[in-house]
């Protein structure tokens, strides 16, 4: 049989001659292994040296430790930007912002079958069946094929796998064990001839997957339809101009500053070092004004509801209390303090303009400022409102003194400012930025002294919103807001006393006047009166811009306020310096009444409920209040407002509908006072006279009877 044939020839090598063989084999490996180990190991290290690029960095120990942060982000780059697509919905292009930010680098589609599913065991059950049906072949080989398999077979079993020595010293052992299991086999065939067993079919793939191939499934085609009412539709036509293009083109730039002011305002990177490890740590700082943004209003209604619960006692005094004694005081009235309005960041400006919203009757401005030339410095420009007295509305910072300031009477929203720098400029409340939303310069046309009180008019016949300003420079200039920008017009120049002054290589330079307070007629509206540093009065009109309509000698210092009567069209009132308070009808150059006060009067202000009474602060920090129906030469009420020393009353107010005045001082500080029943008396009735309605005209027949108490001596000197 071939199988014993091969069993032979197996122990013929393990015999003696077998052994001799082996052994001069194993001598012969030796021999070449330590011959050439040495260069091959050399070979080796040198292959595995690392190759250096001849232009590649040098860099120090310090440098290679240096860890750098870097910031990955999920956006992709290389999408397009800037796309634009028609929007149905809104009949305009809009740029798309939302783009798909996968990038896809690979994608294989596998028919690989792992062999631990159902599939794969399938398959291999039903390979292992096709193997079992082939005949058995090994029967009919050829015996001499069967010894050199098993040659080779012995061969690779008695190749070296330990060391050489250790090889030699088991030698004798493995021949006899040799012999031993040779004749074990023999015995084994001659009883029983093994069975012949079927070859294991291996899979092509080694790691645990099977080939095989799909086929896609192919979903059926459905059709799916709606019926839907057609969309509406409507015939749009314009006509464009080089004005439309512009505002489109402002629109689109206002736009663009938006979004980068939304970008400035995201969470930065911010890092900083770590002084234990060295290490460079970076964080997002948190952004908190959209979460503030969202409860600002429930954060405001919930502050003033603890205000008013704070002050309630001032609160209920400011509605309900009357001063029941008056009645014993006779025409004597007092002043009840009520709230005190400070702010931390005014402490060293003085009050420099009160001005009441003509809308929001709770609400008004106050600017904030220097009236010492050697200490000028920042303004401040804030709003406060009697619902909350602890902190103001709105609040604006300015590089200049505030001087002056007023409400827009149609657009409460509208605020006109005057600077110390000789600048205006215009804010508008409804916008959230903390800079005016319009402001003159150099180029525009602003005065070259301070700007000492503002004015708004009635839009001109283009509907442009404009206001009127006076200077120190002599100039009375009116601003009109065209186009997003101011556009100045000289409307008069103030002259000097009419002396010129003697300038270089024999020039005749004319002196010009300083203008320190003016203010508009409240019907006429060409005709409007000017306040000098000379103390003088101009009564001027727009359509004259070279000359005068008349001049008053009216004080022997600066003019620090004028104002026109609310109710009669004739009478104005004045203050100055010189410590005196003076009424005039300007038709008559001499003043009516004169009120001497025996300090320097800061402000006057004409009540807003009667014809006849009207206040004035002292720069000793008295308010006088005055009603000519009732007495003629003293006031009603002269009462400290500003109690502490060196502080001095700067301004004064009435509230348009409100029984109150609010005071400022150079202190920063604004005193809000109710007057008493005495102060704000209603002529009584007589008996068997008709009842009058009350409104402007009985005010204007009130002070009309008293001015006609005036002027009578004077007529009949004239007749």
Same mark, same amino acid.
Request: charged share 30%; hydrophobic share 35%.
């Given at each position: 049989m071939p199988a014993k044939a091969a069993d032979k020839r197996r122990q013929g090598q393990g015999g003696p001659s077998g052994g001799k063989a082996g052994k001069a084999g194993k001598a012969g490996r030796k021999r070449w292994d330590e011959d050439d180990s040495p260069e091959m190991g050399d070979d080796w290290l040198t292959a595995r040296a690392g190759v250096r690029s001849p232009d590649q960095l040098e860099l120090t120990e310090v440098e290679l430790k240096k860890e750098i942060t870097r910031t990955l982000t999920a956006k992709n780059p290389h999408i397009p930007r800037d796309i634009v697509r028609y929007n149905f919905k809104e009949r305009a292009y809009k740029i798309v912002d939302d783009m798909d930010q996968t990038a896809i680098h690979f994608t294989l589609n596998g028919n690989l079958v792992p062999k631990d599913s159902d599939e794969g065991r399938r398959q291999s059950i039903k390979s292992s069946s096709e193997a079992e049906k082939t005949p058995v072949e090994e029967e009919n080989a050829p015996v001499e094929a069967s010894a050199e398999t098993?040659?080779? =077979?012995?061969?690779?079993?008695?190749?070296?796998?330990?060391? =050489? @020595?250790?090889?030699?010293?088991?030698?004798?052992?493995?021949?006899?064990?040799?012999?031993?299991?040779?004749?074990?086999? @023999?015995?084994?065939?001659? @009883?029983?001839?093994? *069975?012949?067993? =079927? *070859?294991?079919?291996?899979?092509?793939?080694q790691f645990n997957f099977i080939e095989r191939g799909t086929t896609t499934y192919h979903n059926p085609l459905r059709e799916k339809g709606y019926q839907t009412d057609p969309a509406p539709y409507e015939t749009f036509s314009a006509n464009v101009n080089q004005w439309y293009i512009y505002d489109a083109y402002m629109e689109e730039l206002e736009r663009m500053e938006k979004a980068k002011e939304k970008e400035k305002a995201k969470p930065q990177v911010v890092k900083k070092e770590d002084k234990k490890t060295g290490r460079k740590l970076s964080y997002v700082e948190p952004q908190h004004g959209d979460s503030l943004s969202k409860v600002a209003k429930a954060a405001k209604i919930a502050e003033r509801m603890v205000n008013l619960n704070a002050f309630d006692d001032i609160a209920q005094d400011f509605k309900y209390f009357e001063d029941a004694s008056d009645e014993f005081r006779g025409q004597e009235g007092t002043l009840l303090p009520l709230w005190k309005f400070r702010y931390e960041k005014t402490k060293k400006l003085a009050v420099t303009a009160i001005s009441w919203n003509p809308k929001y009757k709770d609400l008004f401005a106050v600017g904030y400022g220097s009236y010492d030339f050697m200490k000028q410095g920042h303004g401040m420009l804030l709003l406060y409102t009697l619902k909350n007295p602890s902190f103001p509305e709105y609040s604006f910072s300015s590089e200049s003194g505030v001087m002056c300031l007023d409400f827009h009477g149609d657009h409460p929203y509208l605020l006109a400012v005057g600077f110390y720098d000789g600048n205006v400029a215009i804010f508008n409340l409804k916008k959230p930025a903390s800079q005016p939303s319009y402001k003159s310069s150099a180029k525009s046309g602003k005065h070259t002294e301070p700007v000492w009180q503002v004015k708004w008019q009635k839009d001109d016949m283009d509907n442009n919103s404009n206001f009127f300003s006076v200077s120190s420079d002599g100039r009375i200039v009116s601003w009109t807001l065209v186009k997003n920008e101011l556009v100045h017009m000289d409307v008069i120049k103030l002259s000097g006393d009419g002396t010129a002054v003697q300038g270089p290589e024999g020039l005749q330079l004319q002196t010009l006047g300083s203008g320190t307070s003016f203010d508009f007629h409240k019907k006429i509206d060409y005709l409007f009166l000017v306040g000098t540093e000379e103390g003088k009065i101009y009564k001027c009109s727009k359509n004259y811009s070279s000359q005068f309509l008349d001049v008053f000698d009216a004080h022997h210092m600066a003019v620090d306020s004028i104002s026109w009567n609310p109710f009669h069209l004739k009478v104005f009132i004045s203050c100055s310096s010189d410590w005196t308070v003076k009424i005039w009808d300007h038709t008559i150059k001499t003043p009516m009444f004169v009120f001497d006060l025996g300090t320097a009067v800061g402000d006057v202000a004409w009540s807003t409920y009667s014809s006849t009474v009207f206040a004035a602060v002292t720069i000793d920090g008295q308010a006088h209040v005055f009603d000519l129906n009732i007495n003629k030469l003293e006031p009603l009420c002269t009462q400290l407002v500003v109690t502490r020393k060196k502080n001095k009353a700067t301004h004064i107010q009435f509230n348009p509908v409100y029984p109150i005045i609010i005071v400022g001082d150079e202190l920063g500080l604004i005193t809000c006072l109710k007057l008493s029943p005495n102060l704000r008396k209603m002529p009584k009735e007589k008996k068997g006279q008709e009842v009058k309605k009350k409104g402007p005209e009985v005010e204007m027949e009130k002070l009309e009877k008293l001015l006609s108490l005036v002027r009578e001596p004077e007529s009949k000197e004239e007749k």
């Amino acid at each position: 049989m071939p199988a014993k044939a091969a069993d032979k020839r197996r122990q013929g090598q393990g015999g003696p001659s077998g052994g001799k063989a082996g052994k001069a084999g194993k001598a012969g490996r030796k021999r070449w292994d330590e011959d050439d180990s040495p260069e091959m190991g050399d070979d080796w290290l040198t292959a595995r040296a690392g190759v250096r690029s001849p232009d590649q960095l040098e860099l120090t120990e310090v440098e290679l430790k240096k860890e750098i942060t870097r910031t990955l982000t999920a956006k992709n780059p290389h999408i397009p930007r800037d796309i634009v697509r028609y929007n149905f919905k809104e009949r305009a292009y809009k740029i798309v912002d939302d783009m798909d930010q996968t990038a896809i680098h690979f994608t294989l589609n596998g028919n690989l079958v792992p062999k631990d599913s159902d599939e794969g065991r399938r398959q291999s059950i039903k390979s292992s069946s096709e193997a079992e049906k082939t005949p058995v072949e090994e029967e009919n080989a050829p015996v001499e094929a069967s010894a050199e398999t098993t040659e080779k =077979a012995e061969v690779k079993d008695e190749e070296p796998t330990g060391d =050489a @020595e250790a090889a030699e010293e088991g030698e004798g052992e493995a021949e006899a064990e040799g012999a031993e299991t040779a004749e074990q086999a @023999e015995a084994a065939e001659a @009883e029983e001839p093994p *069975p012949p067993k =079927a *070859p294991e079919k291996k899979l092509a793939n080694q790691f645990n997957f099977i080939e095989r191939g799909t086929t896609t499934y192919h979903n059926p085609l459905r059709e799916k339809g709606y019926q839907t009412d057609p969309a509406p539709y409507e015939t749009f036509s314009a006509n464009v101009n080089q004005w439309y293009i512009y505002d489109a083109y402002m629109e689109e730039l206002e736009r663009m500053e938006k979004a980068k002011e939304k970008e400035k305002a995201k969470p930065q990177v911010v890092k900083k070092e770590d002084k234990k490890t060295g290490r460079k740590l970076s964080y997002v700082e948190p952004q908190h004004g959209d979460s503030l943004s969202k409860v600002a209003k429930a954060a405001k209604i919930a502050e003033r509801m603890v205000n008013l619960n704070a002050f309630d006692d001032i609160a209920q005094d400011f509605k309900y209390f009357e001063d029941a004694s008056d009645e014993f005081r006779g025409q004597e009235g007092t002043l009840l303090p009520l709230w005190k309005f400070r702010y931390e960041k005014t402490k060293k400006l003085a009050v420099t303009a009160i001005s009441w919203n003509p809308k929001y009757k709770d609400l008004f401005a106050v600017g904030y400022g220097s009236y010492d030339f050697m200490k000028q410095g920042h303004g401040m420009l804030l709003l406060y409102t009697l619902k909350n007295p602890s902190f103001p509305e709105y609040s604006f910072s300015s590089e200049s003194g505030v001087m002056c300031l007023d409400f827009h009477g149609d657009h409460p929203y509208l605020l006109a400012v005057g600077f110390y720098d000789g600048n205006v400029a215009i804010f508008n409340l409804k916008k959230p930025a903390s800079q005016p939303s319009y402001k003159s310069s150099a180029k525009s046309g602003k005065h070259t002294e301070p700007v000492w009180q503002v004015k708004w008019q009635k839009d001109d016949m283009d509907n442009n919103s404009n206001f009127f300003s006076v200077s120190s420079d002599g100039r009375i200039v009116s601003w009109t807001l065209v186009k997003n920008e101011l556009v100045h017009m000289d409307v008069i120049k103030l002259s000097g006393d009419g002396t010129a002054v003697q300038g270089p290589e024999g020039l005749q330079l004319q002196t010009l006047g300083s203008g320190t307070s003016f203010d508009f007629h409240k019907k006429i509206d060409y005709l409007f009166l000017v306040g000098t540093e000379e103390g003088k009065i101009y009564k001027c009109s727009k359509n004259y811009s070279s000359q005068f309509l008349d001049v008053f000698d009216a004080h022997h210092m600066a003019v620090d306020s004028i104002s026109w009567n609310p109710f009669h069209l004739k009478v104005f009132i004045s203050c100055s310096s010189d410590w005196t308070v003076k009424i005039w009808d300007h038709t008559i150059k001499t003043p009516m009444f004169v009120f001497d006060l025996g300090t320097a009067v800061g402000d006057v202000a004409w009540s807003t409920y009667s014809s006849t009474v009207f206040a004035a602060v002292t720069i000793d920090g008295q308010a006088h209040v005055f009603d000519l129906n009732i007495n003629k030469l003293e006031p009603l009420c002269t009462q400290l407002v500003v109690t502490r020393k060196k502080n001095k009353a700067t301004h004064i107010q009435f509230n348009p509908v409100y029984p109150i005045i609010i005071v400022g001082d150079e202190l920063g500080l604004i005193t809000c006072l109710k007057l008493s029943p005495n102060l704000r008396k209603m002529p009584k009735e007589k008996k068997g006279q008709e009842v009058k309605k009350k409104g402007p005209e009985v005010e204007m027949e009130k002070l009309e009877k008293l001015l006609s108490l005036v002027r009578e001596p004077e007529s009949k000197e004239e007749k």
